[in-house]
């Protein structure tokens, strides 16, 4: 008894060891990156769009760059081009122009393919796949964030914002949690120090950050408690497991980050995988309220 308690104390020391030494190397980008995201989401319009768009940019170049490793080509020009037209798309909501929209994917469909042709490379057919699967993956879900912002500002609601904090709130309890108390792993073969502890964490930090932010008025939208279920699952249940999405492709792809821009954050997409999935999900979501 004693020396099990012993070795649980010793674990859980070298945990809180483990928390402190990645809370001094991610500091000085959450230092600079929290208050950046807050001005961004609070100025919205073109400056939130931008914003969002240099991000599905660098997710898209880091999502291409895990095949590369792999020995494919996709094709980035074409990739950046689509993700382009994705974000002036959801900027325009909720009029957009959906002729300009279907033209402009038809013309770089086939261009894409035409590309492909004269290029030699081997693998077209998973070349072709990749870029378009990058595009849908990335841009057509993440980019509804602008959209979202923009439902926001014709509603004067924040939940555009309110996700983003629920996000935050749910990745830390599931990282404190787990390092602290987790033992069974969730989904090992996928991601090894991902628990079922951790998992449970994030899902009550990201209830309890809705209700506060919902009883406090901070969403600027009265929601009942189903609402909040609701929004919980998204965030909490959804929202982690596109974390696990994207430890898949880089599983798959042999690399542990996505990058190395964001220091000890890993690379922008490790930070905005699991917005990949909240964010088109709460916009349907607030469609329908």
């Not at 030699?120 to 057919?125: A, F, L, R, T, V």
Request: with cysteine; charged share 15%; proline share 3%.
């Amino acid at each position: 008894m004693h020396t099990c308690a012993g070795y649980n104390d010793v674990k859980r020391d070298r945990s809180v060891g483990l928390m402190k030494s990645s809370f001094w190397t991610r500091l000085p980008i959450t230092i600079l990156g929290i208050p950046a995201v807050i001005y961004v989401l609070n100025t919205g319009g073109i400056i939130f769009a931008g914003f969002v768009s240099l991000v599905i940019f660098l997710c898209l170049y880091e999502f291409y760059g895990f095949k590369r490793n792999n020995g494919f080509h996709p094709n980035y020009l074409i990739g950046m081009v689509m993700a382009l037209i994705i974000c002036f798309f959801y900027i325009e909501y909720p009029q957009p122009h959906l002729a300009n929209i279907i033209a402009g994917f038809t013309f770089l469909i086939i261009l894409s393919l035409f590309m492909e042709l004269f290029s030699g490379k081997s693998d077209p057919i998973d070349n072709i796949s990749i870029t378009f699967g990058g595009v849908v993956y990335i841009a057509i879900l993440l980019g509804t964030m602008i959209a979202l912002r923009n439902w926001d500002a014709l509603n004067g609601s924040r939940f555009t914002m309110s996700m983003i904090f629920s996000v935050w709130i749910c990745d830390s309890c599931a990282y404190v949690f787990g390092m602290l108390w987790g033992k069974k792993k969730l989904i090992e073969r996928v991601s090894p120090k991902k628990t079922v502890v951790g998992f449970v964490g994030g899902i009550v930090g990201s209830f309890v950050s809705f209700y506060l932010m919902n009883m406090n008025g901070f969403i600027q939208y009265d929601l009942s408690l189903v609402n909040i279920i609701i929004l919980t699952i998204i965030v909490g249940v959804c929202g982690q497991l596109g974390d696990f999405v994207e430890s898949m492709f880089k599983r798959d792809a042999g690399v542990k980050d996505s990058g190395k821009l964001l220091l000890g954050h890993g690379g922008v997409l490790d930070r905005f995988d699991s917005l990949i999935f909240t964010s088109p999900l709460v916009f349907i979501f607030v469609s329908y309220l």
